[in-house]
């Protein structure tokens, strides 16, 4: 992107502008509604900062869907202040932390549950991981042709430090029947309409009771901010955020597949197109699959803040991350794919995690253009060169390419 | 959730013909385009949605994409729009937020034109081979 600063203008924007009117009526956090906001436009570019957050760039007001910016992607762990935010419905009630209840219950659960935070805290051992959370459509925007939906560029994504209770153990307390074959999840927020349907999914139980599967009520030891899911929020480490619902609080073991809209029609792909390893039988036709884990992917972060890769001017480093087989190595072609160098992995924060890559600008002989990159997991899995088109713009993982500026 | 009642709905639905129709400049919600069609288009849409949602598919918004969005915002979620008023807002979205008003709108900004996306990385990038 070619920013040009003199187009740059800062607005400050009045509160009620977060989630707008829809959430205003339904009593969005009054801090929020009273919160100034600051943007940044260019062009289409708008970065606004939510209350709590650093300017991100926004999608959509209302919901709200924000992006994190490129240079919070340099660190391992992902701010919270910048971690992204996505929301599929604009009424986002205020949480009182202590008024709270998270109910677990369902026809195939013992017994129903209503735990306080303090109960999740005291009653359950903590457990922490370290995992990627990316949107399902991250990317999207990319596609060529264009397809519908929110057109994210690289940032809806984030790492973090999460700490919280192994659902299995929530589970476990519940007792699950040997009917059990899904647990579902639903969360505070609503649509405004009432015919629309709300955001539930749900998990297949061996992913569910997978020891790595938490419910989260911190993420890089501070609570979570109120926009990703405070005051608790589903932790699924390797598999898409559609199914880390925030501000969850119902739990349900389910006796038969869960057939609501946003598990039946929303978050599905041409079932043979993804080399899927965990999959969700229970959810597939035979044409289409839920979209589950993360496809392996990286991400060159040494542009500068207006987006151009000037050679030799900085390190040239990025990330590279997967759905948890971890990331076995990543590679940089400087001739448009005609040969590979291999780069130096950094500091490995556990299977889920984005890794740190780094590598020296080459001499070479002739104009440099563009650096490629491109990760490859322990599984053999690695990225595409070409994009795999599907109908809603899922698990965009093709080489991250970027144009080479002149030196300057 | 199961919300507590349909009040906000009627609220919120209220709140938005009340405000979206005459929105203060320092709201952050963009406006929509002015023309015939526009206060439906408010009324029916802005309920849900921001407008960014729309601007956003204006660089290939062709009647096909429009005609498939008011579908699956009627048949999925439940929007209450008639037959005839989802021809009008269909209408209203080719006229407005087609690609030939994107690209009036990219010649006119300091964006590159070699954009793919708008991101944070678009300019910096070459389109897929």
Known sequence: MTLNRRDVTTRLLAGMAWTGFAGAAAGLPRKLLAATQQGLAAGREVLVALPGKVALRRLTERPPNFETPLEYFRSVLTPNEAFFV?????????????????????????????????????????????AVCQCSGNRR?????????????????????????????????????????????????????????????????????????????????????????????????????????????????????????????????????????????????AERAPVTEIAVNSLITSMERDGTLRAGRSALSGIAWDAGRGIDRVELSFDRGASWRRCELGEDLGPYSFRIWRSNWPTLAGDLHEVWARAANKAGQSQVETPIANPSGYQHNAYHRVRVEAQS | MRRPTATISLLSFLMVLALGVAAPRVVAEPEAAAGEGRELFVARCSVCH???????????????????????????????????????????????YGPTRAQRTTASSSMSNTSVAPGLTAGGEPRSP
């Open chain 2, 50 to 96: 921001s407008i960014d949602y729309i601007e956003m598919h204006a660089r290939f918004g062709t009647r096909t994409l429009w005609e498939a969005s008011v579908t699956k915002m009627r048949n999925a979620f439940k929007a209450p729009i008639t037959d005839d008023e989802a021809r009008q807002l269909v209408d209203y979205l080719q006229r407005n």
């Open chain 1, 141 to 285: 925007g990319l596609f060529e042709p264009p397809v519908a939906g929110l057109q994210w560029g690289h940032g809806a994504m984030g790492n973090a430090r999460w700490r919280g209770v192994r659902l299995a153990d929530l589970l476990k307390r519940a007792g699950l029947k040997s009917s059990a074959v899904e647990i579902s999840f639903d969360a505070a927020d609503a649509p405004p309409l009432e015919g629309t349907p709300d955001f539930i999914k749900s998990l297949p139980l061996v992913k569910a009771l997978h020891p790595d599967t938490l419910i989260a009520y911190e993420m890089n030891g501070a609570p979570l901010p109120v926009p990703n899911g405070f005051p608790l929020r589903v932790v699924v480490p390797g598999w898409t955020a559609t199914y880390w619902l925030k501000h969850v609080n119902r739990i349900s073991a389910l006796d038969a597949s869960e057939k609501n809209f946003w598990m039946t029609s929303a978050y599905r792909m041409p079932r043979q197109l993804f080399p899927l390893v965990e999959r969700f039988p229970g959810q597939e036709t």
């Open chain 1, 86 to 130: 996505r929301y599929h419905h604009a009424v986002i009630p205020e949480i009182a932390a202590e008024d709270f209840r998270l109910e677990i219950g369902g026809p195939a659960a013992e017994r129903s549950l209503s735990l306080s935070l303090a109960d999740l805290r005291r009653d359950f051992p903590a457990t922490e991981i370290v």
